[in-house]
């Protein structure tokens, strides 16, 4: 575990798993009607809120709400909100898509806009360079008009994420600074970050002075050794 302070711009970090498991079905009541085969088949989704879609690329979306009112959010595996580039300068890249990128969303439901800051080696680097792995961003939180940004190194087949770190953004997420010697977290452990966010800039954490962090050990999608 490694605990530092808010008012210094850290992170309390605590490592948890958590497995469910269903061990059998219920069994129907003696009773119970059992209907007919069909070969009718529908579905139907009620959402708790409105779906907002917008001209972007990208997965994952790991957001804070900035000091500065904006939400930003990191995608993975697209252009984010920079769709039209072209030139091998632009932000993001012309294709191939970035891995990781970082956004800035403003203005409110039906009238939403975003700007793509920043993306791949200016957001992080990929630790290990066997050539089969690319960054994912986890987590994201601002804190004191500073953003937090955890990304990972991911296998492409899914299976792999051995190594991750939190990069840092001073300017509201234009330019990222992390460590570049060695990655925060290796061996798999802690390598699936998320952040506990407490509303705009941290603001609703009233309580003490911390800014708190879960971790998954291994990959996103590899089951968890406890």
């Not at 009620?46 to 879609?53: F, G, H, K, L, W």
């Not at 995608?75 to 012309?94: E, V």
């Not at 200016?122 to 792995?133: E, F, K, L, P, R």
């Amino acid at each position: 575990m490694k605990i530092f302070r808010k008012k210094s711009k850290f992170v309390i970090l605590v490592s948890v798993a958590t497995c469910w498991m269903l061990t059998s079905s219920p069994s129907l009541p003696a009773h119970a009607v059992v209907p007919q085969d069909s070969t009718f088949f529908s579905t139907s989704s009620n959402e708790s809120s409105d779906t907002v879609n917008t001209a972007s690329q990208g997965d994952l979306w790991a957001s804070c709400w900035g000091d500065d009112g904006h939400l930003y959010a990191a995608n993975g595996d697209g252009k984010g909100f920079t769709l039209g580039s072209t030139s091998p300068n632009s932000i993001p890249p012309a294709p191939p898509n970035p891995d990781i990128a970082v956004n800035r969303i403003s203005g409110s439901i039906g009238s939403l806009s975003g700007a793509t800051l920043a993306s791949n080696n200016a957001v992080g680097q990929i630790w290990n360079t066997s050539g089969t792995y690319n960054r994912k961003p986890t987590g994201m939180v601002c804190v004191n008009g500073e953003i937090y940004l955890a990304v990972q190194d991911l296998n492409l087949d899914f299976n792999d994420a051995p190594n991750a770190t939190i990069a840092k953004s001073t300017d509201h997420g234009s330019t990222w600074t992390w460590n570049t010697t060695a990655p925060m977290f290796n061996n798999h452990t802690f390598t699936t970050i998320m952040f506990l966010d407490y509303g705009q800039n941290s603001a609703w954490n009233t309580f003490d002075n911390y800014v708190y962090a879960y971790g998954l050990d291994r990959g996103k999608y590899m089951s968890i050794e406890i």
